[in-house]
């Protein structure tokens, strides 16, 4: 009987993966000298990978530390392999209903050490071009980037700030406000007449699990607090912040 012959591969790709499980294995944040012991991998080669997967946000490595981490790539590549996460899955449900009562479209952006990346969109209107899609990151000036810079880690805030050359007076007054009120307002932030109003689902342990944005022509989309949408959205952050 003939055996049956493995099929080729590439053992550089293969390789490079290795970098990627030994960081998954550990579930935490390694030095490169950490994974050259775990991957066995030549130095001078060892760099040559990392600097490739770091460039194409694989994996992150944090500037103070050198600390290696996994990269915002990798949320994308999930998202579209499993369909959905268990955040996605508990908050889909309140993301369809914010969908229906206001007639808006909403977005759900995940944090990482690139920014906020939307995860999941629900649309209403299938014409209205809202400049963003799934995988997309938000920039500072969105109303998602707004939460993101009050509410996540020093870490991913610092990394994203300097990526986008970006400071922000976290005592100003509306970050202050955003901090207290937990929403955030942006008037076009990707394009004309489209604005958005954006929301914090914090965990039990104040981190921050996600945001909710709502988006829409921007005559239709509240800039202030008391609007009736801004006051129904407060009530949905704390109802979805309730389940984590």
Known sequence: MET?????????????LSIIEAIVAENRPLRIIEIQEKTQITKSNLYKYMNTLVNENLIFREQETGMY??????????MAAIGNQ???AITAPYLQKICSET????????????????AKIFRPHQTL????????????????????????????????????????DETSVESEEI?????AFATEPLIA?????AIPIISFNNELVGIVTLVGFSSEIPGSIDS????????????ISERF
């Not at 977005?107 to 690139?114: M, V």
């Not at 007449?193 to 109003?197: F, G, N, R």
């Not at 009736?228 to 109802?239: A, N, T």
């Open 228 to 239: 009736p949408i801004s006051l129904y959205l407060k009530q949905m952050q704390l109802e």
């Open 4 to 16: 049956k012959r493995s099929k080729d591969t590439i053992q550089s790709l293969k390789t490079g």
């Open 103 to 118: 007639n808006h479209s909403v977005i759900f952006a995940l944090p990482t050490f690139d920014g906020p990346v939307i």
């Open 86 to 88: 268990d955040v996605i």
């Open 193 to 197: 007449e489209i604005s958005s109003v």
């Open 69 to 78: 981490h996994l990269g915002s790539r990798l949320i994308q590549y999930g």
């Open 179 to 183: 901090k207290t009120e937990k929403i």
């Open 129 to 168: 071009n809202i400049g963003a899609e799934i995988g997309t990151l938000l920039p500072p000036n969105s109303s998602a980037g707004k939460i993101f810079d009050v509410f996540s880690t020093k870490l991913m805030v610092e990394n994203w700030r300097r990526k986008y050359n970006f400071s922000n």
